[in-house]
């Protein structure tokens, strides 16, 4: 079983529209998790990182965490072209080591 | 100034070649990362390092090693490159809490 799961996609929306990213990770003690958008040939950028159970807002990004059920979303509201991009989902476990899945393709059609 | 930066940050090399790429970052951050990043794949950790005296292995060290020159300086070396390590490598950061990391550009290398 791998430490974090994504579903690969692509996931298409129309602009404007919400996009819905989700994540699913195995130790049930990791303490910190992170969302990175990485477009084509570019490094991972860090957008939204939630360490409590609940919702976090950050502009037109909600991060969401369901500890119990061991998973993490991310929505994006009012979608844009601009963000058309590889979503990364990471999960820190105990401070040692961090992993990441393989990510989610998103477009966003005009 | 870039916070974290890599060179080279394209490379193409011949099977059985020694090759370093470098990672350089003015952050201060004590833990440093070394990924390769292959599609469909994700980003995988090769070593990591939480200070100059601190080495440990990651995922897929196999073929790999690295050096922790300074706090702010950590390079990896292929000591006889092979085609199947051609990838995108990424070096990262991050404080000592282990919260969020921060990636250079990333090299891209070759092994023909």
């Known amino acids: 079983q791998k430490e974090v799961e994504q579903n690969s996609g692509p996931l298409s929306v129309p602009e404007g529209a919400i996009a819905s990213l989700n994540c699913t990770y195995s130790d049930r003690v990791s303490q910190s998790f992170f969302w990175y958008r990485q477009y084509s040939g570019k490094s991972p950028e860090l957008i939204m990182s939630i360490y409590s159970n609940g919702d976090k807002e950050d502009g037109r990004f909600t991060a969401q965490l369901n500890k119990a059920s061991q998973y993490v979303s991310l929505l994006i509201r009012d979608s844009q072209p601009s963000d058309s991009a590889t979503y990364l989902c990471a999960v820190n476990n105990r401070g040692n080591q961090f992993y990441f899945g393989t990510g989610t393709s998103l477009t966003v059609i005009p | ?112």
Request: net charge positive; glycine share 8%; aromatic share 10%.
């Open chain 2, 1 to 112: 100034d870039a916070d974290v930066t890599q060179t080279p940050r394209n490379r193409i090399t011949k099977t059985g070649k020694r090759i370093m790429l470098e990672c350089s970052q003015t952050k201060g951050h004590d833990r440093m990362y070394w990924y390769r990043q292959d599609p469909g794949l994700g980003l995988r950790l090769i070593y990591y390092s939480f200070d100059v005296k601190d080495i440990n292995k990651g995922e897929i060290s196999d073929g790999y090693s690295v050096s922790r020159q300074a706090q702010a300086k950590f390079s990896l070396s292929l000591e006889s490159a092979i085609p199947n390590q051609t990838a995108l490598y990424f070096c990262a950061t991050s404080d000592s809490r282990g919260g969020e990391q921060f990636f250079g550009p990333g090299t891209r290398l070759t092994v023909l």
